[in-house]
């Protein structure tokens, strides 16, 4: 199992426990457990919405591609630890992780 803890929108932190074997990202998950993430591009790296803020493990993670970078340089609350949840697949390097939700809601 791979443990994250997620961080709302209003500070509160929740750890999620995920099957080590599951194909998704981390935006899929997060909407799975009932998060309120827009996603409005389902995935692709063209919207923004699922913006998280990596709080711990972000140098585990793989680099941002030049697309997800790219998407990330439109928003104003950017920083070095911003990430596209749609563009994180879940394995074992996320393992211990922290991620503040900072992307749009859904209504």
Same mark, same amino acid.
């Given at each position: 199992?791979?443990?994250?803890?997620? *961080? &709302?929108r209003?500070g *509160?932190?929740?750890q999620? *426990?995920?099957? &080590?074997?599951?194909?998704?990202s981390?935006?899929e998950?997060l909407?799975a457990?009932?998060y309120?993430?827009?996603?409005t591009c389902?995935g692709m790296?063209?919207?923004?919405?699922?913006?998280?803020?990596v709080?711990?493990?972000?140098e585990?993670?793989?680099?941002?591609?030049?697309? *997800?970078?790219?998407m990330?340089?439109?928003?104003?609350d950017?920083?070095?630890d911003s990430r596209l949840?749609?563009q994180?697949?879940? &394995?074992?390097s996320? &393992?211990?992780?922290?991620?503040?939700i900072?992307?749009?809601t859904e209504?």
């Amino acid at each position: 199992m791979i443990n994250i803890t997620v *961080e &709302d929108r209003n500070g *509160e932190r929740q750890q999620l *426990e995920i099957p &080590d074997d599951i194909s998704l990202s981390l935006m899929e998950v997060l909407k799975a457990s009932e998060y309120h993430i827009l996603a409005t591009c389902g995935g692709m790296a063209l919207c923004a919405t699922c913006h998280v803020q990596v709080l711990e493990g972000g140098e585990r993670l793989g680099n941002a591609n030049d697309q *997800e970078l790219d998407m990330l340089d439109t928003l104003p609350d950017a920083g070095s630890d911003s990430r596209l949840a749609c563009q994180l697949r879940i &394995d074992q390097s996320m &393992d211990g992780a922290v991620f503040r939700i900072l992307g749009a809601t859904e209504e």
